[in-house]
C-alpha cells in the first residue's frame, strides 16, 4: 500500500514553516491534484491558484514526480498544462510527458490509484517473465510497434540525454522533433526507435548500453501484440504446470492453473522467478 501524505511532493513540503504560516486557498480548483491515501487521508498537491504558484509547482513536479502513483503524475500534470493555458504560460518538460486529455478528474482516490497502477504491474511482470527468464514470445526482429505511452518516455529521455550533455539548447530543432514524438502518440516502429536512440546516444557520446535502450526486444508493445504474448504465456504455463509440483504447494498451482499469467505475475519478484525456471527447465 502506498501513503503519500507526509511526504514530499510539491514546493509547499519542502517548508514546514511555509505549511503551518501559509494561507492556501482550501478550494479543490486552486490545486492540480487532490489525492485520498490509502487511510483515507485528503492530500492537496500542486498549487495553481496564480502564475507564481503554478510556476513553483511545475519546478516540484519536475523534482518529484517519480514518488507519485502513475494516476496522480497524469492527474497532477493535466490540470497544470490547463492551467497554463489559462496563464498562457508553456508547460515544463515532465508536466507535459504525462499530461492526459482522457483525464477530466483532480481527485484521485485510493481505489482509482490502485486500479489503475494494477493492470501496469501486471504486464510489467508478465513482460518481464516473457521476455527475461522464460525467454518466450520475445520478438526475433524489430518489426513490432512500440506501446506510445514507452514512446513518449523515450522521447523525454532523449531530449535529456542532449540537455545533460550540452548537445542542444532548449530551441534546438531537435529536440523540438522528440518533443514533437511525445506529442504525437503515434505507434512507432522499434527498428525506428532504436535507430534513433542509437543516432542520439551517438551525437551526445552516450554508451546506449547505459540508457533504457539498451533491450529494445524488451520495450513494451502496442496493446494489441502485448495482449497476444501474454495469452501465449497462458498456454506456455499450462503446458508446463506440471513441473511445479514438488515445488509449491497444490491449492497455489491450482490457482496459476486458473490465470496462469495474471497469477504469476502476481507474485513476488523472487518467487515469479523461481516458477518461471521451473517452467522452462528441461526436468
Known amino acids: 500500500m502506498f501513503k503519500l501524505t507526509g511526504r514530499i511532493l510539491d ?51 519536475e523534482k518529484y514526480a517519480s514518488r507519485l502513483m502513475p494516476l496522480h503524475r497524469r492527474t497532477a500534470a493535466t490540470f497544470m498544462t490547463k492551467a497554463c493555458s489559462k496563464y498562457d504560460i508553456p508547460v515544463t518538460e515532465k508536466v507535459a510527458m504525462y499530461t492526459d486529455e482522457a483525464i477530466n478528474e483532480r481527485t484521485v482516490t485510493y481505489k482509482k490509484a490502485i486500479a489503475d497502477y494494477e493492470p501496469t504491474r501486471i504486464a510489467k511482470e508478465a513482460s518481464y517473465i516473457i521476455s527475461g527468464v522464460a525467454n518466450i514470445g520475445a520478438p526475433k526482429t524489430l518489426d513490432f510497434g512500440v506501446d506510445t505511452h514507452f514512446i513518449k518516455q523515450a522521447a523525454f529521455e532523449l531530449v535529456s540525454i542532449l540537455k545533460d550533455n550540452e548537445i542542444c539548447e532548449y530551441n534546438d530543432s531537435l529536440v523540438g522533433s522528440l518533443r514533437k514524438l511525445a506529442q504525437d502518440e503515434v505507434p512507432l516502429p522499434a527498428s525506428d526507435l532504436y535507430e534513433l536512440a542509437t543516432e542520439v546516444c551517438k551525437i551526445a557520446e552516450v554508451s546506449i548500453n547505459k540508457t533504457i535502450f539498451s533491450n529494445p526486444y524488451g520495450w513494451p508493445r502496442e496493446s494489441i501484440e502485448k495482449e497476444a504474448s501474454e495469452d501465449s504465456l497462458d498456454d506456455f504455463i499450462l503446458e508446463n504446470i506440471k513441473k511445479l509440483e514438488g515445488h509449491f504447494n497444490a491449492e497455489l498451482i491450482e490457482k496459476i492453473a486458473s490465470n496462469p499469467t495474471r497469477v504469476i505475475a502476481s507474485l513476488s519478484s523472487e518467487i515469479s522467478k523461481i516458477a518461471a525456471k521451473l517452467l522452462t527447465s528441461n526436468e
Open 11 to 61: 514546493w509547499t513540503d519542502e517548508n514546514s514553516d511555509l505549511q503551518k504560516t501559509s494561507d492556501f486557498p482550501l478550494s479543490f480548483s486552486n490545486y492540480a491534484l487532490v489525492l485520498e491515501d490509502h487511510d483515507g487521508v485528503i492530500g492537496r498537491r500542486y498549487p495553481i491558484a496564480t502564475v507564481e504558484e503554478l510556476g513553483a509547482s511545475m519546478d516540484s513536479f
